[in-house]
């Protein structure tokens, strides 16, 4: 009896002082700090996930500072995946890319999720990973300005080409037709802006609907007359 005393004893010093014995969020920092420096640690995606899931549920972690991790653990895992794909001559697959967005979205691993997708013909996906991409993006920022144009374009066509007749579009169970694609919002961005980066995607196409995608979003733009002239070019 006398050891069971005693185990219980320090089963109730242990459950009072829990606190004191669990981990920091320093502790935490260190071992991600670690993982980030082994390449071999860091290209193993469990151990990706298990670091972001202890800070997140790390009491001590403030939201900065996880969503902080969990970006550069994701843009590391990016960066090795890529490097990988250039030795081997070849483009990254959304299967590659796709378990890195379950530990973070970035808008660079956003935008590179949606050109896997694009390339697959994925349409609703890639318009999904794009969309995600933008709101992502900061604007004040003159190379992720540029960057949102390039995005939001390839968002416009992918939209374009997502038609109801489509593959992709019959397993989904929503409203799949392009007027029920939304953006769901992001940082303002100047409309002529926008307007000549969609132009510069679609205008040496020859499938309608680019120049029909384009009408939609800027029935008065700089550029409506000619889409409209190549339009009816394009139907004749």
């Not at 604007?139 to 997502?162: H, N």
């Not at 489509?166 to 769901?184: E, G, K, L, M, V």
Request: with cysteine; proline share 3%.
């Amino acid at each position: 009896m006398k050891w069971l005393n005693c185990a219980f004893t320090a089963a109730l010093l242990f459950f009072v002082s829990g606190q004191a014995l669990a981990e920091t969020c320093g502790e935490i920092d260190a071992d991600a700090k670690r993982l980030l420096a082994s390449p071999a640690q860091r290209s193993d995606l469990l151990s990706l996930k298990h670091i972001a899931r202890r800070a997140l549920e790390n009491s001590e972690c403030d939201g900065e500072y996880v969503y902080r991790l969990a970006r550069v653990l994701a843009l590391v895992a990016l960066s090795d995946l890529d490097e990988k794909a250039a030795a081997e001559n070849r483009s990254l697959t959304s299967r590659e890319l796709q378990p890195l967005s379950e530990i973070s979205k970035p808008w660079q691993l956003m935008t590179r999720l949606g050109d896997a997708h694009f390339a697959e013909k994925d349409w609703l996906k890639a318009f999904d990973a794009y969309d995600i991409a933008l709101t992502n993006l900061d604007t004040r920022k003159s190379d992720e300005r540029q960057s949102y144009g390039e995005v939001y374009a390839k968002a416009i066509v992918a939209r374009a080409f997502l038609t109801n007749d489509s593959a992709n579009d019959r397993i989904q169970s929503r409203p799949n037709a392009p007027q029920f694609r939304t953006f769901r919002g992001g940082p303002a961005v100047d409309r002529a802006f926008l307007d000549e980066a969609v132009w510069h995607r679609v205008e040496m196409s020859s499938d309608p609907r680019l120049f029909r995608a384009y009408l939609g979003e800027f029935p008065d733009g700089a550029h409506a007359s000619v889409a409209n002239d190549k339009l009816v070019n394009l139907a004749k």
